[in-house]
C-alpha cells in the first residue's frame, strides 16, 4: 500500500469515526499510526514529513475544528507522544473498559490532561 493509499485510508476512517474507542480501531490501521521506533528518535528526525504524525496532525486539526479551538503547536508533539503512549497500551485494544468509559482515539483534551 502506498503512503496516499495509507493516508487516503486513515483519514477516511477519521472522518467516519470520529468518535472511535480504541477497541474500535482497525488492526490495519493501529498497525499503520503506531510507531515501532523509540518515540525520541522519531521526534529527533523529520517528523513532520513522516505519515504517522501527518495523520495524527490531521485528527487534530479535525479536533480543533469540531471544537473551535487551537492547540498552541509547542504542544503538538507532547500530544503526539501520549498519542502514541495510548496507542501502545494493549490493554485498551485487547481488553477494552465498559463503552461507557472506552477512551475515545481522538480525545485530545485527555491527552492535554495528560501531559
Not at 504517522?52 to 503547536?73: D, N, S, T, V
Request: charged fraction near 25%; avoid cysteine.
Amino acid at each position: 500500500m502506498s503512503i496516499k493509499d495509507i493516508e487516503n485510508k486513515s483519514f477516511a476512517f477519521i472522518e467516519q469515526n470520529f468518535n472511535a474507542t480504541f477497541a474500535e480501531l482497525p488492526e490495519d490501521l493501529f498497525k499503520i499510526w503506531h510507531i515501532t521506533i523509540p518515540i525520541k528518535t522519531y521526534l529527533e528526525g523529520d517528523y513532520q514529513n513522516q505519515y504517522e504524525f501527518r495523520i495524527f496532525l490531521y485528527a487534530l486539526r479535525k479536533y480543533e475544528e469540531i471544537h473551535g479551538i487551537r492547540i498552541p503547536e509547542e504542544t503538538i508533539p507532547a500530544l503526539f507522544k501520549t498519542f502514541q503512549l495510548m496507542l501502545s497500551i494493549p490493554s485498551l485494544r485487547k481488553n477494552p473498559p465498559l463503552r461507557e468509559t472506552a477512551f475515545r482515539i481522538f480525545d485530545f483534551q485527555l491527552y492535554l490532561d495528560l501531559i
